[in-house]
């Protein structure tokens, strides 16, 4: 276990990087994962509580000025959502397979080297708003099929997959190289594919995951997403018209999807 004079020596070492981490609620991993390695390497038992991240353990107390300047739920937030640490409640968590490789490099990027056309700079900050959407809608689509898979199946969820799909899930496997670790293979699916899954499975599985929803009104958002999802990924801009109605039909799936309903 850790003493208070090793916190001590934690804080002093360590915390001129943590407060580096500026302000955006990505750059609070360093951090997080600086203080989790040093409890895991004095031998302190899984599950983790967040606290001893936060605040300190063993009798030393961070200095409350300091901390108040780290969004540390953004932090753990981020560190979830890239499949490093597993939330179990609002108190603790334990960390995952991907813990010891994940080293995150985000940053702010540099000024652009070059004078750009104002109004491709204009279309590229209003873009980002859809690119933040489709991310959060596609992944959290993945999440809710393969949770609610997995509540039917058990762990053996992929079997039940079609074999179309999984030739699919194999091909993109095969082509798609970095990024963080996948969470699941539905990852290497695209909004088509997944819409097939829900579909094949609708009876036995998606009709009581779904909330106000039938297959004819799931089928004409899916649709409508889809066309915007492949304008975006080509870098090319919505018309204001388009973003409302991608906007509208993002805000008309998830909160249908029970699994996530607050």
């Known amino acids: 276990m850790i003493c208070s004079s090793q916190w001590d020596h934690i804080g002093k070492r360590y915390f001129k990087i943590i407060l580096f981490c500026g302000s955006h609620p990505r750059s609070k991993l360093r951090g997080i994962q600086i203080k989790i390695k040093h409890l895991l390497a004095q031998g302190v038992q899984i599950p983790l509580k967040k606290k001893w991240i936060t605040k300190g353990f063993g009798g030393t107390q961070w200095n409350d000025r300091e901390t108040d300047a780290i969004n540390f739920d953004a932090g753990f937030d981020y560190l979830s959502r890239c499949r490093v640490l597993n939330i179990i409640d609002a108190e ?34 209003n873009i980002q708003h859809c690119y933040y959407w489709l991310y959060i809608f596609e992944n959290t689509l993945r999440d809710f099929i393969q949770k609610s898979l997995s509540e039917r199946y058990g762990e053996n969820w992929r079997d039940e997959l079609s074999q179309s799909v999984k030739k699919e899930i194999k091909r993109n496997q095969d082509r798609w190289h970095g990024g963080i670790p996948p969470r699941n293979p539905l990852e290497f699916s695209l909004l088509p594919t997944l819409h097939t899954i829900i579909m094949n499975k ?55 999807l029970k699994i996530f309903r607050k």
């Open 202 to 256: 609708w009876k036995n599985v998606f009709k009581d995951k779904f909330e106000n929803t039938n297959p004819a009104s799931l089928k004409e958002s899916l649709n409508r997403i889809e066309e915007f999802r492949n304008t975006i990924a080509h870098n090319c801009m919505l018309t204001e018209e388009e973003s409302k109605v991608f906007y509208y039909e993002i805000n008309r799936v998830l909160p249908s």
């Open 92 to 125: 603790t968590f334990e960390i995952t397979e991907y813990f010891d490789n994940f080293a995150p490099k985000y940053h702010t990027p540099p000024s652009l080297p070059i004078q750009i056309n104002r109004q491709i700079e204009n279309e590229a900050e």
